[in-house]
């Protein structure tokens, strides 16, 4: 899988290279400001970007400005943002933009655990999303009264996983449970939450995402 | 048929009747009061330059504080208004507490509300007895007319069918009691709020701009409403010699010349500073070219406006040498004002540094050193015993985790990323999904205020948050900023158990933080709650 990477920071810029290539992606180009990442997103195509949220000059929301608009004008290219910190405000600007997934936001902490960083690179280069529980949390804890409020503790935690942009293979593994038992949990929670079914685990996450966002601004 | 409805409702409503009650209290309150101000501005006058001066104000003020929060009582159980008196004035040490007690602006207010209910009540409850009696006894007079001898000049209500003429009179008396007694709980609630409730500065502010106009509109109908009424009077006296052109004159002169005056003024900012004595100069020009003229128009002799205008030359001079004196001892004070707030801010800063400070050395580096220490280990073992330092390694990894969420929350302590990009509803809203307690945030902003100012409204709202969280256990807390003027106005109102400390040392680091700003910081918070936090910040220096 060909990536890009945008890090300001030599010191983690190269570390992250190292960390991908390692793991058998192959890094096409690491730059150091949101211009030079438009260009180098325009001249290799790769299938992800790597994009970290302050870059230079104005060191503030640089690189999420850059990854909202490669969105736009490079939809072959998923957008992976990292950042130090989360904000829900700008998991939401993402996925607004996000359309058919191949959007991510992790906190930069999580290449602490290389499997599930790389896991998520690759879930986001394959059209997924994987979104920092972090996020998750913060879309589950504000609301009132709501649907969420009905789900059992366990389909709450298989929603937690699903909204981060999990498949239900992993979430399985991740809950020390079948794959079937995982789908009638999916089940459950749709009924519940009054979704329609979908096919894809992909398009799944997408639906419960678009439904946690909806309830929110309700 | 609902119009007559409606006229009657006031005789059968129960608020009509509480009216009546809170009126005739006014009789014993009133002696209560008269009691108190003779007794306390005698033992005042006396004691006034003995140093017992203090408890008997001390205790004048308490008197007074009870008799308002009594009547207060008494309307908030009558009148349904909810207004709680305060009963002392504060102050610290034996002098501090006298001065307290004579600048406290309440203490006058409750003053001024007994005195008015003393008089004035008292004259109502009177006037609304004789009334209400008078009209029964109209209504209900064909019971009567045998013992009563009520004659209206020649008129005698002395049989049976006359005695009946009255009775609608008595209706009449009864309906109009009954509004003019609703009226009166209306007048009262007004009183009872107006000068009993506790004072927080209205907004929003209007700007001179408005005020100008204002003075202008006002001018020119007090000016034109003269004019018109002694042209009125020439023209109904016949005529004769326009004699309405010497008021007039001057009148004119002086509102379209001040006004002038007042826009060339405000619009050169270099004069704004003098902008009073400017005006003032300005009328008395004005005053010397009118004597001027009627010396020029009449007869020439004698220069007699010299005197006039000598005159006014001096109070020019007393003006400027008052606003001289003035503008020291107001420099004096803002020197004074910033030397006070800019300690504070450095204490502040400092405090907050030596916080971080601690929290780095505590939280983070103290994990990076334990991290540490695990990968040497680990590093040792790797060759002899790979299983434990795998064990190692993972420990480190988690340890790891648990230092970097620290640095972040310490970094978004000092200053939120999210504030800098979004502003401050993005801030706020991220602030509130963090929080355990729901909280709503309402900020309604034309344009982003300065960054020092939104940096201070966001602590200031993360702080009482905090503190709310911490000590008050609210259901809900609310957070609403908007914007009057150029004031920022941050208000955050839990409905908790109150009884926070203004003194305690979150919330005097945020009233030195509002201070540097020149903005101020209030809390209200009365045991039992709820609590409201309310921060002003300039947005223009």
């Known amino acids: 899988m060909r990536v890009v990477i945008a890090e300001d920071l030599a010191l983690l810029r190269d570390g992250m290279r190292r960390l991908l290539e390692d793991n058998g992606f192959e890094v096409v180009d690491a730059v150091g400001d949101a211009d030079a990442?438009?260009?180098?997103?325009?001249?290799?195509?790769?299938?992800?970007?790597?994009?970290?949220?302050?870059?230079?000059?104005?060191?503030?929301?640089?690189?999420l400005r850059a990854a909202l608009e490669l969105r736009r004008t490079a939809p072959g290219t998923a957008v992976l943002v990292v950042s130090q910190y989360v904000e829900h405000a700008y998991a939401?600007?993402?996925?607004?933009?996000?359309?058919?997934?191949?959007?991510?936001?992790?906190?930069?902490?999580?290449?602490?655990?290389?499997?599930?960083?790389?896991?998520?690179?690759?879930?986001?280069?394959?059209?997924?999303?994987?979104?920092?529980?972090?996020?998750v949390s913060q879309l589950l804890g504000r609301r009132g009264a709501s649907p969420v409020d009905q789900l059992t503790p366990r389909e709450r935690e298989v929603l937690e996983l699903m909204a981060e942009g999990r498949s239900n293979a992993a979430i399985a593994t991740a809950l020390v449970l079948t794959v079937g038992a995982v789908e009638k949990h999916i089940a459950s929670i749709f009924q519940k939450l009054r979704l329609a079914p979908s096919d894809t685990d992909h398009r799944r996450v997408l639906a419960v995402l678009a439904y946690l966002q909806d309830s929110e601004s309700a | 048929m609902s119009s007559t409805k409606r006229l009657l409702t006031p005789l059968v409503q129960s608020d009509t009747y509480l009216?009546?009650?809170?009126?005739?209290?006014?009789?014993?309150?009133?002696?209560?009061?008269?009691?108190?101000?003779?007794?306390?501005?005698?033992?005042?006058?006396?004691?006034?330059?003995?140093?017992?001066?203090?408890?008997?104000?001390?205790?004048?003020?308490?008197?007074t504080g009870l008799l308002a929060a009594g009547d207060a009582a008494l309307a908030r159980h009558l009148l349904g208004t909810d207004v709680r008196p305060r009963l002392a004035s504060g102050g610290k040490g034996w002098w501090g507490r006298g001065k307290a007690v004579a600048t406290d602006t309440a203490f006058w207010l409750q003053q001024t509300y007994?005195?008015?209910?003393?008089?004035?009540?008292?004259a109502l409850a009177v006037g609304m007895a004789s009334l209400a009696g008078a009209s029964l006894f109209f209504l209900t007079?064909?019971?009567?007319?045998?013992?009563?001898?009520?004659?209206?000049?020649?008129?005698?209500f002395d049989t049976f069918g006359h005695s009946w003429v009255l009775v609608p009179a008595g209706a009449i008396g009864v309906v109009a009691t009954a509004w003019i007694a609703r009226a009166l709980g209306v007048v009262s609630r007004w009183l009872v709020t107006g000068l009993l409730a506790e004072r927080t500065p209205s907004l929003p502010r209007l700007t001179t701009?408005?005020?100008?106009?204002?003075?202008?509109?006002?001018?020119?109908?007090?000016?034109?409403?003269?004019?018109?009424?002694l042209v009125a009077i020439w023209a109904l006296a016949g005529h004769g010699y326009f004699w309405p052109e010497w008021p007039l004159m001057p009148l004119l002169l002086l509102v379209l010349g001040t006004h002038a005056w007042v826009e060339v003024v405000e619009d050169v900012p270099q004069l704004r500073r003098h902008r009073a004595l400017l005006i003032h100069i300005g009328l008395v020009v004005q005053f010397s070219v009118f004597y001027v003229l009627i010396w020029a128009l009449t007869s020439r002799g004698y220069f007699w406006p010299v005197w006039p205008i000598l005159a006014a030359l001096i109070t020019v001079g007393l003006h400027g040498a008052g606003a001289s004196i003035w503008r020291a001892t107001q420099l004096r004070r803002r020197v004074g004002v910033l030397e006070t707030t800019r300690a504070g801010a450095v204490d502040e800063q400092e405090a907050n540094l030596r916080r971080i400070e601690r929290d780095l050395h505590d939280g983070a580096q103290a994990r990076l050193v334990a991290l540490g220490m695990n990968l040497g280990l680990a590093e040792q073992k790797l060759a002899s015993d790979p299983e434990a330092a795998q064990q190692l390694v993972a420990e480190a990894r988690a340890g790891l985790v648990e230092a970097l969420g620290e640095l972040r929350d310490l970094a978004r302590g000092i200053h939120p990323p999210v504030l800098t990009d979004r502003g401050l509803p993005a801030a706020l809203a991220s602030l509130a999904d963090r929080s355990a307690i729901p909280v709503t945030v309402d900020v309604d902003l034309p344009e982003r205020p300065p960054a020092a100012v939104e940096t201070a409204a966001y602590?200031?709202?993360?702080?009482?948050?905090?503190?709310?969280?911490?000590?008050?256990?609210?259901?809900?807390?609310?957070?609403?900023?908007?914007?009057?003027?150029n004031l920022l106005d941050v208000r955050i109102t839990d409905?908790?158990?109150?009884?926070?400390?203004?003194?305690?040392?979150?919330?005097?680091?945020?009233?030195?933080?509002?201070?540097?700003?020149?903005?101020?910081?209030?809390?209200?918070?009365?045991?039992?709650?709820p609590t409201t936090i309310h921060a002003e910040l300039p947005c223009e220096s």
Do not use: C
Request: hydrophobic residues 50%.
């Open chain 1, 37 to 63: 990442l438009v260009h180098a997103v325009r001249r290799e195509q790769p299938q992800v970007a790597i994009v970290d949220i302050r870059l230079p000059p104005g060191f503030r929301d640089e690189g």
């Open chain 1, 92 to 135: 939401s600007e993402l996925l607004a933009e996000a359309g058919g997934g191949g959007v991510g936001y992790l906190l930069k902490d999580r290449v602490v655990d290389v499997d599930d960083f790389v896991d998520a690179v690759r879930r986001v280069g394959e059209g997924g999303t994987a979104l920092d529980p972090e996020v």
């Open chain 2, 19 to 63: 009216v009546f009650v809170f009126l005739f209290a006014a009789v014993p309150l009133g002696a209560a009061v008269l009691g108190l101000l003779i007794g306390g501005w005698v033992a005042t006058g006396v004691l006034l330059v003995t140093p017992l001066v203090v408890p008997a104000v001390v205790t004048f003020r308490v008197g």
């Open chain 2, 114 to 122: 007994l005195v008015i209910r003393m008089t004035v009540g008292f």
């Open chain 2, 141 to 156: 007079y064909p019971a009567w007319y045998r013992w009563s001898e009520l004659h209206i000049r020649s008129w005698h």
């Open chain 2, 209 to 229: 701009r408005d005020l100008r106009l204002r003075a202008l509109r006002i001018h020119a109908a007090v000016s034109g409403g003269v004019s018109l009424i």
């Open chain 2, 459 to 485: 602590f200031v709202a993360a702080e009482s948050l905090a503190n709310a969280a911490k000590h008050a256990g609210p259901a809900t807390v609310t957070i609403a900023i908007r914007r009057h003027g």
């Open chain 2, 495 to 529: 409905d908790g158990r109150g009884g926070a400390n203004p003194g305690g040392s979150g919330l005097t680091g945020l009233r030195r933080r509002v201070e540097a700003l020149d903005g101020r910081l209030e809390v209200t918070s009365p045991a039992g709650g």
